[in-house]
């Protein structure tokens, strides 16, 4: 899984894909009606005009969307790290986590020290072992 900020981008991106299509779809499906009495209905040959029903219904799904979207922002940006924890609070977690990063350094290279010597040992283990029956052969 992405991380948050990453989370938040994606999020953002797809709501935009989301208002393009939307105004998209109004663009190419509305109905003209006249702005004021008398005035003629206007006409586009490109666009096509679906019934006010399912016009509408249609309206209240994208809409919904792009709500369910924004809603996802926000839960998305309420995770945030930071959010709701002043920046005291935010220096202390960070030389907390920069002693236990570097305790585990120290773990891990012993581990990688203690590696090693085993590693030597059985090496001579081996060595030993091979020159102990090639001996026997003789």
């Known amino acids: 899984m992405a991380d948050r900020l990453t989370q938040l981008q ?7 894909e989301q208002f393009c299509s939307t105004l998209n779809y109004v663009d190419k499906h509305h109905d003209f009606i006249p702005t004021e009495i ?28 792009l709500i369910l979207k924004t809603r996802q922002i926000l839960t998305v940006i309420d995770s945030l790290p930071g959010v709701g924890v002043t920046k005291k609070e935010q220096v202390e977690k960070i030389e ?10 120290k773990e891990k290279k012993a581990a990688i020290k203690r590696k090693n010597e085993l590693l030597d040992w059985i090496n001579e283990l081996i060595l030993e072992v091979a020159d102990g029956i090639a001996k026997s052969r003789d």
């Not at 994606?10 to 935009?16: A, G, S, T, V, Y």
């Open 10 to 16: 994606i999020c953002l991106d797809q709501l935009i």
């Open 38 to 65: 008398g005035e003629e209905k206007m006409t586009d040959p490109l666009a096509t005009i679906i019934p006010e029903e399912e016009f509408n219904g249609a309206i209240n799904e994208l809409s919904s969307d």
């Open 96 to 105: 907390s986590l920069q002693i236990e990063l570097t305790k585990v350094e």
